[in-house]
Structures are given as structure tokens and as C-alpha cells.
């Protein structure tokens, strides 16, 4: 049953059925999933809108749902399991600097077993049974969906806060799908008209996993000379944050760059590699000169705050991107970075901040959706690697996507670190998304299931820890990239590496938990299955062949 808690004329109401009423007719199709058309008489104000269907979950069900963003812990759930939510000191001691990551402040937390909630799409497994979840339209507003097992029922949520419907408004697109994982995730993606990725498989380097933002010409310069001296030619070869004085004044290099970029991306297009840059664009740090010269580029709250988007640099905020000053400042970016600087993708980091309020009458989903289109427009046809960004609005919009949270330099979490957020630097959560998100890779986009870490050095994960981070990486995802000086590897390291990047498709049959820890894959590569079966809490192989 459809149910609409609205204010219309001043007054608060709300409504229940299928029908309509005096303030709006109801166009309902059940057909093949949920479909609602809202036609207002008159304005109305829409405060929340939810379908409740009755679900019979089986013991063998399990459900799995999709984290709000890029790094929003993702994976499948027993009918008993919690879902994870911040820690109750760190939301009252550090909520505002934590829940911006995330969907906190306008999702349902109940930490009650057998309580979840996914956005966009979800599915319920029995066997090899998929039952997918999916919504064909983000763009009137997010689709959330709860399963609540001790009700049994599946719920659907429309985030419109901040939307006023005059005239016809697509309330709820959601679509049904039954089959084997491939048949669901194909079907889904036909219906959507989301064209496949015009890369298949790509590997490179990126400078962030070993330097993070201590970077320079010089170093980057003797990492290029560390592949050439192997005659090994990435596909994409990206320089990471570091390398600007502040996030948000992207074209005001360190002094650390006083050569500037166009002698590293010409030095990377005559041994054959594409060049990468990356980027925030939809934030601002705080002491940055944009935020000081133009406040009034920055997104507002209800009460006129600006928005603040993480903890990141020292704290920074996110843009307006309706501003036109800010949209004409992104095209002039884009264009030295890309025309002048020779680059030849941009990988776009934080990018949920953009959709942390809604503004100007358009919902979280409608922002992030223009936010989107307003890169792609202003990128043309150079490729785009997205990151910290809700999943729908990327599909068929960029052409890579972190599917997961940023890997750690160790694998195993202590209890305080777990109570952080579920956007946290994590390599289970990391893990767990790049199992789980598996069937968005050549559908939505090319999966980047995030670095493989195969030095020794600077790094306090074991050897055979980082093997299987390079193994699940190369069973789940297409994207591979590695952050170390390749100059520095031992004969066993080579030999990680060049299995690694090889480019030789694999075919995943079967993904899924065992128990509460341990993660049985079944997959084939080069005509001949193999098994691989490993606990994701302690990164500990049990089982492989």
C-alpha cells in the first residue's frame, strides 16, 4: 500500500491507498515491480512516500544490500545479522564531522536483527536463486529499501525531501527481476539502457597507496623511469591528491610541480601510457583560496550554513554546482587539466558531497544525477574514473568505478576503528564490496575493486595477505592498479604482478559466505575452475586450488 505524508496549502496531511485524492491523483502499476505516478491538483510538499509489500523471506534467504556510496560497506546478510551503523560515541562526540559520508541523517537505523536497508537495488539469494531489486529511475529522489525479516515485509522509501511536485512527478520505478545472477543483473541493465563500458580491462599505477599526498615531480618522474627500465607500459598512470595547494584550487600546483604537468603526461604518451589526475570537484577545503574569495560558491543547509562535506584536508565543503560561477570554474579546470596539462583521465573523488542537502527544489538523487551529467558534458569523451559517489547516478556515466572502501595498509580492524563509519578506510569493507558489487563490473561501468598492494616495504600487511588482495582483485574486478616503485620487486613480487595483470577474463560462477567469516568462490580462468575459500575478517586463505 502506498503511503504519502505531505503538506499541501499550508496543512499537513497524509494519505494512505492506492487511488488518490483530492490533492493528487495516483497512477499505480504492480505489474512487474512498483510503478507510481504522482499528478498534483495543486502544490504539495512531499515530507516522505512509502510502499510496503508483505515478503516471505525463507531460512535460506539471504539479502543483500547496496551501500549508499562508493565505499558504503556492501555485502550479504544472514536473516539475523545487524546492519552496520556509526558507533555511539563517535556519533555523539564526532556526528557532524562522520555523517556526511553517508546516508546517517536521512536513513532508517534501527539496529535491530534482520533489519537492513540498500539503495538503488538489492537482492535476495536462495541458492542460485536471485531475486533483484531494482530501480530504473534515481532521478525524483533515492529508492530506499528496507527488509524487515521479523515483520516480513520489503519496503520501499522515496528520499524527496526538499521537493515540491506541480503537475506529474515518477514517485517509485522499481523492477522485479528472478533468475540466476547473470540473467537479473542482465535483464536489469536492458531495461535501464545503460550501454556497456567502452573499456573492458585496463592496469596502471596510481601514487596515493605508498605516498599518499607526499608527493612530487621528482618522485613521479622516477616511478615513469622504474616501468621504463622493465619496458612495461601501464595502460593509465595516474597522479594522485597531493600534487594542488589546497583541494579546490586545482590549478595551483606545489611547489614541489614547479615544472608543471606537461613534461610528466608528454614523458607518459611517448612510452604509450595514458595519464591520470586526480580530483575533488564538487568540494572545498576550508583554508583553500576558492572558499576564501568566493563563499558564495559553497552549497547552504535550510539555515544558510554551508554544507560541510568530511573531516578530510582539515575539513572541507561542498560547491553548488547550480552556481554558474562554479560550473564555469569546473569547465575552465577541466580544460587546463585536460587540453593544456595533456591529461587523459580524471579520477573524481568525493563526489557524494555535491548531494549531502538537497537544494534548489530537486531531491539528493536529482543533484547527484546533474552532477554527473554536468562532468560528462564538461569532460566530452576522456575517460572518468569515479569515486565516493552513490552508484546509479555513475552508471554509464563514467567509465571506471571504485566499487569499495580505500584499502589499508593492514588488513585486520581494531574494535575502535570498526565504530567509525562504514565509509572508513577498511580492507574488509573493502573486500566484502568488491565480492559483492561484482555484477556492476562491464554493466554499469569497469569495476575498481581499489589498489593491490604487492611490496614489502612500507606496509604492515603480511606477504600472503596482499597475494589475496591481488587474487580477489583480479577474480572481481578490471581495473589494477598498483602504487610502489616496481624497480624494488623481488623475483616472487614479479611474479604476483605480471599474473595479475595479464588481462585474461574470469568467469565468476558462485560468491558467497560460508559462515559469519569465511567466503567460498567458485570461478574458471584459462578453461580450468578453481576454488578459492578465505576468512575476510583476517585475511587467512583456507582453502585454494
Known sequence: ????????????????????????????????????????????????AEYVFAYDFSEKSKIMVNGYQSWTDTREFDLDDKMPNIGRLTKLFAGRTMTPYGDYNFAEYTGRKGFFHGVSYSYVREGNKFTLI??????TGYTFMYFDVTASTLRFVKD?????????????????????????????FAEMKIPAPRVKHAFGYTS????????????????ITSFQKHKITPD??????????????????????????RPITDRLHEMGSKAGLWLAPFGAQKNSRLVKEHPDWLARNAKGEPVFAGLNWGGFYALDIYNPQVREYL?????????????????????????????????????????????????????????????????????????????????????AEKKLHRERVSTVNGVNNTVFR???????????????????YNITMSARKRELIARINKIFGNLIFVSDDVDRYNEDQWRTYNYVIDGEPITVHEAYYLNKHDIYVRYTEKGEEHTLIFDVHQGETMKSK
Not at 444 to 449: C, G, K, L, R, S
Request: charged letters at 30%; hydrophobic letters at 40%; a negative charge.
Open 160 to 188: 524527496v525531501e526538499g521537493v515540491t511536485i506541480v503537475g506529474e512527478y515518477e514517485l517509485f520505478n522499481v523492477r522485479k527481476y528472478m533468475g540466476t545472477s547473470s540473467e537479473v543483473f542482465d535483464k536489469w
Open 236 to 261: 593509465i598512470f595516474q597522479i594522485d591528491d597531493g600534487y594542488q595547494t589546497a583541494v579546490g584550487d586545482w590549478l595551483s600546483l606545489k611547489s614541489e610541480f614547479s615544472g608543471g604537468m
Open 331 to 415: 569547465k575552465k579546470v577541466f580544460d587546463t587539466v585536460l587540453n593544456e596539462w595533456g591529461f587523459d583521465m580524471v579520477k573524481l573523488d568525493f563526489l557524494y558531497c555535491c548531494c549531502i542537502v538537497p537544494m534548489h527544489g530537486r531531491s539528493r538523487g536529482e543533484v547527484m544525477c546533474d552532477g554527473m551529467d554536468l562532468l560528462r558534458e564538461i569532460i566530452g569523451d576522456k575517460l572518468i574514473l569515479g569515486c565516493g559517489v552513490p552508484l546509479w547516478p555513475a552508471f554509464g556515466k563514467v567509465d571506471f568505478c571504485r566499487t569499495g572502501a580505500d584499502v589499508g595498509l593492514k588488513w585486520v580492524e581494531l574494535p
Open 134 to 139: 531494482g530501480s530504473l529511475n534515481e532521478r
Open 438 to 456: 561484482r555484477q556492476l563490473d562491464g554493466r554499469a561501468f569497469v569495476n575498481d575493486p581499489d589498489v593491490i598492494l604487492i611490496r614489502s
Open 1 to 48: 500500500m502506498l503511503k504519502i505524508y505531505y503538506e499541501c496549502e499550508g496543512s499537513k496531511k497524509t494519505y494512505s491507498g492506492d487511488l488518490g485524492c483530492e490533492d493528487f491523483f495516483v497512477e499505480i502499476d504492480k505489474s512487474s515491480g512498483v510503478y507510481v505516478k504522482l499528478r498534483a491538483v495543486r502544490p504539495i510538499k512531499i515530507i516522505k
Open 208 to 223: 596515493w597507496y605508498n605516498y599518499y599526498a607526499r608527493i612530487s615531480e621528482q618522485l613521479i618522474n622516477r616511478d
